[in-house]
């Protein structure tokens, strides 16, 4: 026998098997023929790596063996059910869209009141304004094919 006691394993070997899971592997038969080997030997020279193991084992098995249910349609919904949700949720929806209108109004009322060159008005106009109109149009489609859109409440 060498100098070492049979059930000592070095910390390098310990922080091995934890960093690379060897004892896991080993227990799912992943390791190749030399990392098996390797977790044999220390297996064979500690009794608490061989608890360890058997811990694990114990764990694999009750886990493999649990049932999951399976959610209901319902369950599976992401959208909040209820008249108060459904209705606060519009009611949000035209505060929102005042709201905006509203503070999209005063900032281009208080950009042609102020002091500046006409022509650079009227680019930055024309950009803003063609850049809000193709949101709004999309956004028009979008609400336009919610309804009829197969994949709607696809949730997996």
Do not use: C
Not at 7 to 15: L, S
Not at 99 to 115: I, R, T
Not at 141 to 154: A, E, Q
């Amino acid at each position: 026998m060498t100098g070492r006691d049979k059930t000592d394993v070095t910390e390098q070997d310990r922080r091995r098997l934890e960093d690379e899971g060897l004892l896991s592997g080993y227990l799912d038969g992943e390791l190749t023929q030399a990392e098996a080997q390797f977790v044999e030997v220390r297996l064979d020279a500690s009794g608490e790596l061989r608890r360890e193991l058997e811990e694990l084992r114990r764990l694999r098995e009750a886990t493999m063996g649990m049932n999951f249910t399976e959610p209901t349609e319902r369950e599976w919904d992401e959208h909040a059910q209820g008249i108060f949700s459904s209705g606060a949720r519009g009611l949000g929806w035209i505060m929102v869209i005042i709201w905006s209108v509203l503070l999209l109004g005063y900032a281009a009322w208080q950009f042609f009141a102020s002091e500046g060159d006409l022509l650079v008005k009227l680019i930055v106009f024309g950009l803003g304004s063609g850049l809000g109109l193709l949101f709004i149009s999309v956004l028009v489609d979008r609400i336009r094919t919610y309804g009829r859109d197969k994949y709607r409440r696809v949730v997996r």
